[in-house]
């Protein structure tokens, strides 16, 4: 395995980008060997050199001139970010927008297996969606310290998600993937992503509606 | 309305940040007239000088030291982000992900309305899906076209993706929201935001991992 060669923090924007290399060449492992870093970097739309770069942090991978062997890169991509192992999850919020996420397959598929959902509804509470248990919101804590979940996924309204979020950092979760749209807070030390495809969309709209602008202000 | 008093290009970081600054607003608006950049930047997790600064590539909001009418930098936002008029888009993919994107009520409720969902089984052709119909991929090109459709979702398994969208960029789309698991390409002028939750865990998990090793080799 590669090694930290040095003991300079990686730059975030550089994990970020870690899982797209490894998404790309998972696409490719069956039937490519080798791969230059200008063929990784033009089906990632990066240059070569930044390609080089980030991976540098990490070691030497690969010979000058000979490109990356994909299988040794994706072994060192999975050590790297930490995907050896399996890791549990919990999702507190098992209402339309939970069961989607209980039912995206790619996460189990990657790694990620999500042990328990909760829900304050006491219709759903007891039954099981995709296979899993939906609980009490009254057992997340101690759920969450007794199995050892560093994980939780948020699918709560907005009005309950912080209070949600301080409850497993309580509990112990180091990362949260929050699907609430709003800006939550976590305390240095826990990590947090937030998936909010409306506020995706709304960054596109500026350039649609620039370009609107400029046609109508055209002469034709 | 305010106006844009320079030519200066909005850097892409900041178009990022004007969706989460009308997020944070509307969560506010029916119980707060007045919001300074202090208290705005606090609820974001920025400083009100950044605040100040995204918002100056725009004119000039609210009078110094009293700051921001709420009910009317969320409008001025809307105006900037093109969100006064309804975004009509189209689906391709009416799968198990597919369906669940159509069933997310804040897309319509932020004035996204999918129009129409494409697939390519035969069994779910002809049916609706929250009230959308599913159109044959066939049809996809014309429909773009003749409802002038700017913004496309993509939800179709990877080996498809960048075939659905170079079909919906051929076709006029100038935006695409990407669910499928790759980095597709665009031409300029098309923009791409993509939508992967897995990503996103395996950004953290790197940190999660750096912290059991640092536990690992602890002395106690």
């Known amino acids: 395995m590669a090694r930290r060669t040095s003991q300079e923090p990686v730059p ?14 998972n696409h490719i492992e069956d039937r490519v060997d080798i791969i230059s870093s200008q063929e990784l970097g033009e089906s990632l ?7 080089r770069k980030d991976l540098s942090y990490f070691g030497k991978f690969g010979k000058q001139g000979r490109g990356y062997n994909v299988k040794t890169l994706v072994q060192e991509l999975k050590h790297i970010l930490g995907l050896e192992r399996e890791w549990k999850m919990v999702l507190v919020g098992a209402g ?12 189990p ?15 759903v509470v007891g039954k ?3 296979g899993v248990p939906v609980l009490q919101v009254s057992e997340l804590s101690a759920t969450v310290a007794r199995e050892g979940i560093a994980i939780g996924i948020v699918s709560v309204p907005p009005p309950q998600a912080q209070q949600v979020i301080d409850e497993l950092v309580h509990a112990g979760v180091k990362a949260i993937l929050n699907y609430a749209p709003l800006a939550a807070r976590v305390p240095p030390g826990v990590k947090l992503r937030d998936i909010d495809p409306v506020v995706a969309a709304q960054s596109m709209t500026f350039y649609l509606s620039q370009e609107a602008a400029v046609e109508e202000f055209s002469p034709y």
């Open 12 to 25: 975030e924007v550089v994990v970020m980008r870690l899982p797209l290399y490894l998404r790309a060449l």
């Open 96 to 107: 339309r927008l939970g069961r989607a996420i209980l039912d995206y397959a790619r996460f």
């Open 109 to 123: 598929r990657s790694g990620f297996k999500v042990v328990a959902a909760f829900d304050a509804d006491p219709s």
């Open 45 to 51: 739309q990066l240059t070569p050199a930044q390609i």
């Open 128 to 130: 099981k969606v995709a």
